[in-house]
């Protein structure tokens, strides 16, 4: 029996399992044994083949978006539109073959935005060369899931689950867990709030199916049996996502709202370039980057070069961001901004910077 069959069948299992009280420990087990398999498969195997056509890009610019849908959902037009990269864009099924980078420039900043070619149902598992597809996913800043407005929402409930079926988790923050293998001494567990989906019984149970038996354990927050996997596993990967319904052009007003009022979700239409703007605007929030202007003694602030961070970045960073050698040299700095009680503020390494700031450094 090969690993697709066993995850089938796992699969099946769960489905057909009621989910109580008696179930609990049979379900967090049949979990467990599911992302084994699914690690398995994604691990390449001990054969190489003939070396192929690479398939990812550098990494440029201050971020990187990468752009996942099924074929002919309006991916290629959308890169053609905000960028000056033209992409090879027709009415038929992959038309896109490889990974095209585009560059969006915006605030100042140069964000990275990836056209990928069309997944498919499966994808996970190899389809239509979906692993190398998903494998740059993961590598980028934000996931842009790219819909057809014409279609079910059952597009979208697919994409999320060929993704998060190779440890891609859109939109999730990493789960407060405490875990490290010891050498003996058993298996130590605490936690610091009420647990209520989760039991010392189930985790013991979970670690049992990786041979983990030596091992200390802390739940800082109540957390599914899932989200203990994924602390286990440790190769997932938490990434913001804004789903894009296209071609609103198409479809009533009424379908629109409510399609605008989805979470995480922006409407446009990119023949008729409709929305576009807002889209860009939801990026830059998605990817949290922050512009920082640098001053000197003496001269009005540079508002041509400014320098692009990542938001609750502190004037450490921004030494870093001139120069690494900076910081040993520091004595204080001024800061101009909203960041500032009061503009110019005298403050040190950690004060966090806000957007527009700016601030001039004095050395010792």
Known sequence: MGILEKISEIEKEIARTQKNKATEYHLGLLKAKLAKY???????????????????????????????????????????????????????????????????????????????????????????????????????????????????????????????????????????????????????????????????????????????????????????????????????????????YNKIDQISIEEVDRLAHEPHSVVVSCNMKLNLDYLIEKMWEYLALVRVYTKKRGERPDFEGGLILRRGCTVEHVCHAIHRTIVDTFKYALVWGTSAKYSPQNVGLQHLMNHDDVIQVVKK
Do not use: W
């Open 38 to 244: 699914r690690t398995q498969l994604m691990e390449p195997t001990g054969k190489s083949g003939p070396k192929g056509e690479g398939f990812d890009v550098m990494k440029s610019g201050d971020a990187r978006c990468a752009l996942i849908g099924f074929p002919s959902v309006g991916k290629s037009t959308l890169l053609n539109v905000v960028t000056e990269t033209h992409s090879e864009s027709a009415s038929y099924e992959f038309t896109t073959l490889t990974c095209i980078p585009g560059v969006i420039e915006h605030n100042g900043a140069k964000i990275q935005l990836l056209d990928l070619p069309g997944i498919i149902e499966g994808a996970s598992q190899g389809k239509g060369r979906g692993r190398q597809v998903i494998a740059v996913a993961r590598t980028a800043d934000l996931v842009i899931i790219m819909l057809d407005a014409t279609k079910s929402d059952v597009q979208r409930v697919l994409l999320e689950k060929e993704l998060e079926t190779v440890g891609i988790r859109l939109n999730k923050k990493r789960p407060n867990i405490y875990f490290k293998i010891k050498k003996g001494g058993g298996l130590s567990f605490n936690s610091t709030v009420p647990l209520t989906k989760c039991s010392e019984r189930l985790v013991q149970l979970i670690l049992h199916e990786y041979k983990l038996f030596n091992c200390e354990v802390l739940f800082r927050e109540d957390c599914t049996a899932d989200e203990f996997i994924d602390v286990i596993v440790g190769n997932r990967v938490y990434l913001p996502c804004i789903y894009v």
